[in-house]
């Protein structure tokens, strides 16, 4: 596991990766009226939160890649499977050590039930899982840092916006709401919100299925795609 | 550009039928419709990526199924078995077409048009891919035997120098051997008996110019006898090609015991017939250490008047492999170039057994005498 243990403290290292992974999302649950009244802009503005965090802790791929550090890792007795499994899991972990925190801070805090807890929990990981992948595959496509970086804050904006972050799903045209459905954003803004109005029903749980599906076709494009 | 091939084709109805999928999606705008184009992406690109076994697709057609009446309107999910019938058609996984049992149950013309087109379709590519296929399994065989004969050409040409550098040395053997038995033993003799008379001259009344130049003769002809001595040790080889070499070779064997018995005359064997014996006793030996567990080798040559035999037997064959593979066909061709034969017997005991003929020129000088006859 000693890429797995170099890849969580490279990407931690990094003061903004940090701030975006483990401070702000810490930070934004201890913000009460987020998280209070008509609103509740606290759950998918956490969501943009994971989802900047993931973008910016999985640029490690690509670093690796420009800097030819996976060069020289696969001169070791290392499967390419292996490196991509600890590189992703790397990622994963400590924006899920993350958001359980966050969620058992948010039960304690805000009388959330059990059942909501967990469903949240469960929501945003996948969310999060699904995020590293889409990051993943993004970064397969290009060969420099500067041009995935600078596409990519665009095209995660724009997955903010049309999924439903930052702007409610329901005020969206039809259109564009048809548009963001194939961004994992819309499903995890959705599952928050029939999480929100009507419990854990048929909807949240396709919700998390889409969500998982995109997870596996991201990692099956990039996980085939020439990286060094 | 890209050759249009099965393979092609496959991927741009595949995409379609996808397209088609999205479209009829955002005309229902179900989510569960929505889940299900993306499951069916996730399997495909599953199969298509870490080649899974192809008879997963029997599970897209039983979770298409289980969700069909999920999706409104009904029909929209029916498609996607159309597009389901032809990805199994196309590989090969027949059972699919129970699929078409569905309209059964809901019976609809456009539906049957649908199933039809996409089996037929599945049916053509597959037909076209199993084609295609085996023209390159063709190509391939083709190549792997240009290649195998490039090889052989490669292996027969550096027979051929070996021969040439192995016959000229044994040829400067020959020649120092009988320098050294024939004429050096006469040189050596006359000097011997040139001494001898020397001191008898000293004996007698010799005129001393004689005596003089009797010395310097003498002087000479042991400067000659010496001279012939190093053109003899310089001559003669280091390494012969013969038993000795193939004892050596066995002895350095690291894997197990060598077990090496010579029965026979071997004088008589020629050369480029040791070096076959030598090359085909390496490839044995380099099999034994690639192949095989064995415990112990067992080398044997027998050499009768008429020919000289070879054989490698090892007890670790192995069930996999194969009896024959590119170097000992190589050594096979070879053999026949010089009127030998090599066979292997793959059976508990793994044998490779080389015949190779001696040209005994005596006999053939008499077959040539009763000819003229």
């Given at each position: 596991?000693?890429?797995?243990?170099?890849?969580?403290?490279?990407g931690?290292?990094?003061?903004?990766?940090?701030?975006?992974?483990?401070?702000?999302?810490?930070a934004?649950i201890?913000?009460?009226?987020?998280?209070?009244?008509?609103?509740?802009?606290?759950?998918?503005?956490?969501?943009?939160?994971?989802m900047?965090?993931?973008?910016?802790?999985?640029?490690?791929?690509?670093?690796?890649?420009?800097?030819?550090?996976?060069?020289r890792?696969?001169?070791?007795?290392v499967?390419?499977?292996?490196?991509?499994?600890?590189k992703?899991?790397?990622?994963?972990?400590?924006?899920?050590?993350?958001?359980?925190?966050?969620?058992?801070i948010?039960?304690?805090?805000?009388?959330w039930?059990?059942?909501?807890?967990?469903?949240?929990?469960l929501?945003?990981?996948?969310f999060?899982?699904?995020s590293?992948a889409?990051?993943?595959?993004?970064?397969c496509l290009?060969?420099?840092?500067?041009?995935?970086?600078?596409?990519?804050?665009?095209f995660?904006?724009?997955?903010?916006?049309?999924?439903?972050?930052?702007?409610?799903?329901?005020?969206?045209?039809?259109?564009?709401r048809?548009?963001?459905?194939?961004?994992?954003?819309?499903?995890?803004?959705?599952?928050?919100?029939?999480?929100?109005?009507?419990?854990?029903t048929?909807?949240?749980?396709?919700?998390?299925?889409?969500?998982?599906?995109?997870?596996?076709i991201?990692?099956?494009?990039?996980?085939?795609?020439?990286?060094? | 550009?890209?050759?249009?091939?099965?393979?092609?084709?496959?991927l741009?109805?595949?995409i379609?039928?996808?397209g088609?999928l999205?479209?009829t999606?955002?005309?229902?705008?179900?989510?569960?419709?929505?889940?299900?184009?993306?499951?069916?992406i996730?399997m495909?690109?599953?199969?298509?990526?870490?080649?899974v076994?192809?008879?997963?697709?029997?599970?897209d057609?039983?979770?298409?199924?289980?969700?069909?009446?999920?999706?409104?309107p009904w029909?929209?999910?029916?498609?996607?078995?159309?597009?389901?019938?032809?990805?199994?058609?196309?590989?090969?996984?027949?059972?699919?077409?129970?699929?078409?049992?569905?309209?059964?149950?809901?019976?609809s013309?456009?539906l049957?048009a649908?199933?039809?087109?996409?089996?037929?379709?599945?049916?053509f590519?597959?037909?076209w891919?199993?084609?295609?296929?085996?023209?390159?399994?063709?190509?391939d065989?083709?190549?792997?035997?240009?290649?195998?004969?490039?090889?052989?050409?490669?292996?027969?040409?550096?027979?051929?120098?070996?021969?040439?550098?192995?016959?000229?040395?044994?040829?400067r053997?020959?020649?120092?051997?009988?320098?050294?038995?024939?004429?050096?033993h006469e040189?050596?003799?006359?000097y011997?008996?040139?001494?001898?008379?020397?001191?008898?001259?000293?004996?007698?009344?010799?005129?001393?110019?004689v005596?003089?130049?009797?010395?310097?003769?003498?002087?000479?002809?042991?400067?000659?006898?010496?001279?012939?001595r190093?053109?003899?040790?310089?001559?003669?080889?280091?390494?012969?090609p013969?038993?000795?070499?193939?004892?050596?070779?066995?002895?350095s064997?690291?894997?197990?015991?060598v077990e090496?018995n010579?029965?026979?005359?071997?004088?008589?064997?020629?050369v480029?017939?040791?070096?076959?014996l030598e090359?085909?006793?390496?490839?044995?030996?380099?099999?034994?250490?690639?192949?095989?567990?064995?415990k112990?080798?067992?080398?044997?040559?027998?050499?009768?008047?008429?020919?000289i035999r070879?054989?490698?037997?090892?007890?670790?064959?192995?069930?996999?492999?194969?009896?024959?593979?590119?170097?000992?066909?190589?050594l096979r061709?070879?053999?026949?170039?010089?009127g030998?034969?090599?066979?292997?017997?793959?059976?508990?005991v793994?044998?490779?057994?080389c015949?190779?003929?001696?040209?005994?020129q005596?006999e053939?000088?008499?077959?040539?005498?009763?000819?003229?006859?």
């Amino acid at each position: 596991m000693t890429i797995f243990r170099y890849a969580m403290i490279k990407g931690l290292q990094g003061k903004l990766t940090l701030i975006c992974n483990c401070i702000l999302p810490l930070a934004l649950i201890f913000l009460r009226p987020l998280w209070t009244g008509d609103f509740q802009l606290g759950f998918s503005i956490m969501a943009f939160a994971i989802m900047s965090g993931t973008f910016l802790i999985s640029q490690g791929i690509m670093e690796d890649r420009v800097d030819n550090t996976i060069t020289r890792i696969l001169a070791a007795p290392v499967t390419m499977f292996n490196y991509l499994v600890q590189k992703l899991l790397a990622y994963i972990v400590p924006i899920t050590v993350v958001i359980i925190m966050v969620c058992l801070i948010g039960f304690a805090l805000y009388d959330w039930t059990f059942s909501f807890t967990i469903a949240l929990m469960l929501c945003y990981n996948v969310f999060a899982i699904a995020s590293v992948a889409l990051t993943f595959a993004w970064v397969c496509l290009f060969k420099s840092k500067e041009t995935s970086m600078g596409t990519f804050s665009m095209f995660l904006t724009a997955m903010a916006v049309i999924g439903g972050l930052l702007i409610p799903v329901e005020v969206l045209p039809t259109a564009i709401r048809y548009i963001g459905a194939f961004s994992p954003s819309y499903w995890a803004s959705t599952g928050i919100g029939s999480l929100l109005l009507d419990g854990v029903t048929l909807r949240y749980w396709l919700s998390i299925a889409i969500m998982a599906m995109f997870t596996v076709i991201f990692l099956l494009y990039g996980g085939k795609r020439r990286i060094v | 550009m890209k050759k249009l091939s099965p393979q092609i084709c496959f991927l741009i109805f595949k995409i379609l039928g996808f397209g088609l999928l999205f479209a009829t999606w955002l005309l229902s705008g179900d989510v569960t419709g929505f889940f299900l184009i993306l499951f069916l992406i996730a399997m495909s690109l599953l199969r298509r990526r870490v080649h899974v076994a192809r008879f997963t697709i029997i599970i897209d057609i039983i979770v298409c199924t289980i969700l069909a009446t999920s999706w409104e309107p009904w029909e929209y999910s029916v498609y996607t078995l159309g597009l389901l019938l032809f990805q199994a058609i196309y590989l090969g996984v027949y059972p699919a077409i129970l699929t078409l049992l569905y309209l059964f149950y809901e019976f609809s013309p456009l539906l049957l048009a649908i199933f039809i087109f996409s089996a037929i379709c599945g049916l053509f590519l597959r037909f076209w891919n199993l084609e295609f296929s085996e023209k390159f399994k063709e190509r391939d065989k083709l190549a792997e035997k240009y290649y195998e004969l490039d090889e052989l050409k490669g292996d027969l040409s550096v027979a051929l120098t070996q021969v040439e550098q192995m016959t000229a040395v044994a040829e400067r053997a020959r020649i120092s051997r009988d320098i050294h038995d024939n004429a050096g033993h006469e040189i050596v003799a006359a000097y011997i008996s040139f001494q001898t008379a020397r001191q008898l001259f000293e004996g007698g009344n010799a005129d001393k110019n004689v005596l003089e130049l009797y010395d310097l003769a003498l002087g000479r002809l042991d400067s000659g006898v010496n001279k012939i001595r190093e053109a003899v040790h310089n001559m003669s080889t280091i390494i012969s090609p013969g038993v000795e070499k193939l004892q050596g070779i066995c002895e350095s064997f690291p894997v197990c015991d060598v077990e090496f018995n010579v029965y026979g005359d071997t004088s008589k064997v020629a050369v480029h017939a040791w070096l076959m014996l030598e090359s085909c006793l390496n490839e044995s030996l380099t099999n034994v250490l690639r192949h095989s567990k064995a415990k112990k080798v067992t080398v044997n040559i027998d050499a009768t008047p008429h020919l000289i035999r070879l054989l490698v037997e090892n007890d670790g064959s192995l069930k996999n492999n194969k009896p024959m593979g590119r170097g000992l066909r190589n050594l096979r061709h070879r053999a026949a170039a010089i009127g030998g034969t090599l066979s292997v017997d793959a059976g508990e005991v793994f044998r490779v057994i080389c015949v190779i003929p001696i040209n005994n020129q005596k006999e053939a000088e008499a077959e040539d005498e009763i000819i003229a006859s």
